[in-house]
């Protein structure tokens, strides 16, 4: 322990503006991180009367967040504050990068079920009997599945001595021995992370638009009675907002991390001849932890209770029963 204080004594009076600009923001990305989830896991976790399909997705979302709070912000932000030293052994080094890769793999998995649950639900009702017990399921798949994928991370990667050092360490991928090894895996690793999910999501999600504007039109034509289009106007916003609510999730997830995919893809495959810069590297790395501090904001924004349907959706009742009024006219 006085070893410990010791060096980060001394590391705190060597480090640089740029750095210590990182340390701060790390910081408060994740104490915002921590407070949002936890708040949302209390919120969905005790209060079971208002526990959905989709509260169960995002409920698991929420767990994965904190988790990466606790692991990978964490162990981030040790490495800034020990520039890249490593002193907490091999067996945390390899446990703290497999927890990284489990809870980044469970949450692609279980956003891409619950892009498919709302695809089920809306596209093929009649096909849909997902029950609560089901979604129970399809998420603990989701995790045991992130577990499996997750293994390669033990054997990859373990504590190893710095170039040029006796004494200090270094948490690094060292169990590749040739570079098509690493170019396979990470090229594996982007695939069930972000290029298929989100190919996949991208094309359920065009469906789910077209199905929502077409089914929004054809119910207000066919309506005569004021109460019954005000139902089917409010059904209608009640389906918009569910899909908003888990398409802005995972556009910000695809947004957050596509960029330090595709740097780090070029620079696999430029055989040494490009190399990421720290600082841009640094930054990459902040933007894809940004991704678990904005979700508890997207969820609370989205379920704010309103009285009225939003006025897209009321200019598009007006125009359609237009429509439907001069056909009867005409």
């Known amino acids: 322990m006085n070893n410990l204080s010791s060096n980060f004594i001394m590391s ?30 209390y919120e969905l976790f005790y209060h079971r009367r208002y526990r959905t399909r989709l509260h169960l997705f995002i409920l698991n979302l929420a767990i994965g967040d904190l988790t990466i709070c606790l692991c990978t912000m964490t162990s981030e932000l040790f490495l ?13 080094c390899k446990l703290t990068l497999y927890i990284q890769v489990v809870t980044l793999a469970s949450t692609t998995f279980i956003n891409v079920a619950m892009t498919y649950d709302r695809y089920e639900a809306i596209c093929c009702p009649l096909r849909s009997r997902t029950t609560i017990r089901r979604i129970h399921r399809i998420i603990i798949l989701c995790w045991l599945s992130s577990l499996i994928t997750a293994i390669p991370q033990l054997f990859i990667f373990e504590q190893s001595l710095i170039k040029g050092s006796l004494t200090k360490y270094r948490c690094a991928s060292t169990g590749y021995t040739a570079e098509w090894q690493r170019r396979i895996y990470f090229t594996t690793f982007a695939c069930y992370i972000l290029i298929i ?29 004021q109460k019954t289009k005000t139902i089917i106007l409010s059904s209608s916003f009640a389906k918009i907002k569910t899909i908003q609510l888990a398409m802005t999730i995972i556009i910000i997830f695809v947004v957050c991390w596509t960029p330090y995919m595709v740097i780090t893809l070029i620079e696999i495959y430029s055989n040494g001849h490009l190399r990421i810069p720290s600082w841009l590297d640094g930054v990459l790395q902040t933007i894809c932890l940004v991704q678990s501090s904005l979700n508890p904001f997207i ?12 006025i897209i959706v009321l200019a598009l009742a007006r125009t359609n029963l237009r429509i439907s009024h001069r056909r009867r006219t005409q």
Not at 80 to 92: H, M, P, S, V
Request: proline share 5%.
């Open 12 to 41: 705190y009076h060597q480090w640089s503006t740029n750095k210590t600009i990182r340390i701060v923001i790390l910081a408060i990305i994740m104490f915002i991180t921590l407070v949002g989830n936890s708040y949302i896991i």
């Open 80 to 92: 800034l504050i020990f520039d890249q030293e490593w002193i907490l052994g091999n067996l945390a």
């Open 197 to 225: 999910p989100a190919f996949c999501m991208a094309i359920w999600y065009i469906k789910i638009i077209d199905v929502v504007i077409s089914s929004t039109n054809t119910w207000i034509q066919i309506v005569p009675g």
């Open 299 to 310: 969820y609370i924004i989205f379920n704010q209770r309103r009285k009225h349907p939003p």
